[in-house]
């Protein structure tokens, strides 16, 4: 007796069983992640282990800094920017992991 062939055009879904998943099915795609001490990267997730340490190519690092204007003494909030062809990341630094933000 043959199978019933719609059932077998249907796509099995992605199981997400645990929060490593999510970050699993992120392999080979571009993410965004919010690290300690003010920073961000967008790159390509190419690998990563359960204590979330990371290894991103084509990385690009937003650092925002807060200086005391010396004259007004306003909080002002530097940028800065640069790209890394391929970066290891430290999980404990982690603070979030996402798809890529818009600017």
Excluded: C, W
């Amino acid at each position: 007796m043959e199978g019933n062939r719609e059932d077998e055009d249907v796509e099995q879904p992605v199981l997400v069983e645990e929060p490593l998943d999510l970050i699993r099915l992120s392999l080979d795609e571009k993410i965004y992640v919010k690290m300690k001490r003010n920073r961000e990267l967008r790159g390509v997730l190419h690998a990563f282990d359960s204590h979330l340490n990371m290894i991103l190519g084509n990385v690009e690092e937003t650092v925002t800094t807060l200086e005391i204007d010396e004259e007004t003494y306003e909080e002002v909030y530097k940028t800065t920017k640069r790209t890394i062809p391929m970066l290891f990341i430290r999980g404990d630094g982690v603070i979030l992991v996402s798809p890529p933000q818009k600017d």
